[in-house]
């Protein structure tokens, strides 16, 4: 049985940081893409970062640029996204996901592009 589990978030006030960790189970995704997606409440999920399958590149949405960062430990199958800097329009669940085609050249930044996901975790950026 796959299993993405996130763990990290909390309560931050603007300015600061916080490291969400996602660790799957269940089977090896080295060939997968994973990324991080949010959900602020009453609008759609939206993508926010991803890392290629070979962990040698990475992709975020603009206006997360320069303040978050994914990276991948592959031996532990675990995605992490470091956030600095972080505003109060960063306040959302922060959902981790699988890829659902191995071996992309670029990751899809679309809800449909990923298989598995995770329960989400709250991020709460007090200003």
């Known amino acids: 049985q796959v299993q993405l589990v996130e763990s990290g978030g909390g309560l931050v006030q603007a300015g600061g940081s916080l490291r969400l960790s996602c660790a799957a189970s269940?089977?090896?995704?080295?060939?997968?893409?994973m990324g991080w997606f949010r959900q602020a409440p009453g609008k759609e999920r939206e993508f926010v970062a991803a890392?290629?399958?070979?962990?040698?590149?990475?992709y975020y949405t603009d206006s997360v640029k320069g303040r978050f960062a994914i990276s991948g430990d592959i031996a532990k199958n675990t995605v992490y996204l470091q956030m600095n800097s972080l505003k109060p329009e960063d306040t959302a669940v922060y959902y981790c996901?699988?890829?659902?085609?191995?071996?992309?050249?670029?990751?899809?930044?679309?809800?449909?592009?990923?298989?598995?996901w995770g329960q989400g975790t709250q991020v709460t950026v007090s200003s």
């Open positions: 996901a699988v890829e659902n085609a191995p071996l992309t050249v670029v990751p899809g930044r679309r809800t449909y592009d990923y298989d598995y």
């Open positions: 269940g089977r090896t995704f080295s060939n997968y893409a």
């Open positions: 890392i290629s399958w070979s962990g040698g590149s990475t």
